[in-house]
T-cell receptor, first 115, second 115 residues
Framework: AQKITQTQPGMFVQEKEAVTLDCTYDTSDPSYGLFWYKQPSSGEMIFLIYQGSYDQQNATEGRYSLNFQKARKSANLVISASQLGDSAMYFCAMRVASQGGKLIFGQGTELSVKP | SAVISQKPSRDICQRGTSLTIQCQVD?????MFWYRQQPGQSLTLIAT?????????ESGFVIDKFPISRPNLTFSTLTVSNMSPEDSSIYLC????????????FGSGTRLTVV
């Protein structure tokens, strides 16, 4: 069965420092995609970054990068130069090709950025 | 990427009543996804709605409780029927971007409180 695990319920980071949010996944399907979303207190889901299972390079989007370790089945999100506005819930999600396009979400990590 | 208009944004309902949530997409999409986010929890897929066919429900969700309509490629509704306080959640609709690397777009969510 497909599963996403985020083991950090909450994280603190000092403003301007980098932080890594952990995500591990489990699937036997060779074709899958991994996503990270940010959910501020307003409740909206903001797409941050995507990594395909066949992508050779780690994805990067501005201050966000994805540390993709395929053999370890991990897809950690790295946020560089944290800002106060980064305080939010962060969800890792997986799309498995054989499962028809639906996203499976991890439990989420609440990030708090300290001034 | 697509823009989704979801309404209502919030509602307070009496137990035993029903609420219909609407999602309008500004482009044609094959599949629409409906999620539930219980307080302090992650997103759980309720069902996948395809135009012209019955929705596909995930384990633990049934059509009698969460009937879905998908009359065309830009619109879908989810009804929460015979509500109880346990149905108090955020309900979100979502569509996949044509370019998978652009992620999935989510509606702004419906915050439902059942009293």
């Amino acid at each position: 069965a497909q599963k996403i695990t985020q083991t950090q319920p909450g994280m603190f980071v000092q403003e301007k420092e980098a932080v890594t949010l952990d995500c591990t996944y489990d699937t036997s399907d060779p074709s899958y995609g991994l996503f990270w979303y940010k959910q501020p207190s307003s409740g909206e889901m903001i797409f941050l970054i995507y990594q395909g299972s066949y992508d050779q390079q780690n994805a990067t989007e501005g201050r966000y990068s994805l540390n993709f370790q395929k053999a370890r089945k991990s897809a950690n999100l790295v946020i560089s130069a944290s800002q106060l506005g980064d305080s939010a819930m962060y969800f890792c999600a997986m799309r498995v090709a054989s499962q028809g396009g639906k996203l499976i979400f991890g439990q989420g990590t609440e990030l708090s950025v300290k001034p | 990427s697509a823009v989704i208009s979801q309404k209502p944004s919030r509602d307070i309902c009496q137990r035993g009543t029903s609420l219909t949530i609407q999602c309008q997409v500004d482009s044609q999409v094959t599949m629409m996804f409906w999620y539930r986010q219980q307080p302090g929890q992650s997103l759980t897929l309720i069902a996948t709605a395809n135009q012209g066919s019955e929705a596909t429900y995930e384990s633990g969700f049934v059509i009698d409780k969460f009937p879905i309509s998908r009359p065309n490629l830009t619109f879908s509704t989810l009804t929460v029927s015979n509500m109880s306080p346990e149905d108090s959640s955020i309900y979100l609709c979502s569509v996949e971007a044509p370019d998978r690397a652009a992620g999935y777009t989510f509606g702004s969510g419906t915050r439902l409180t059942v009293v």
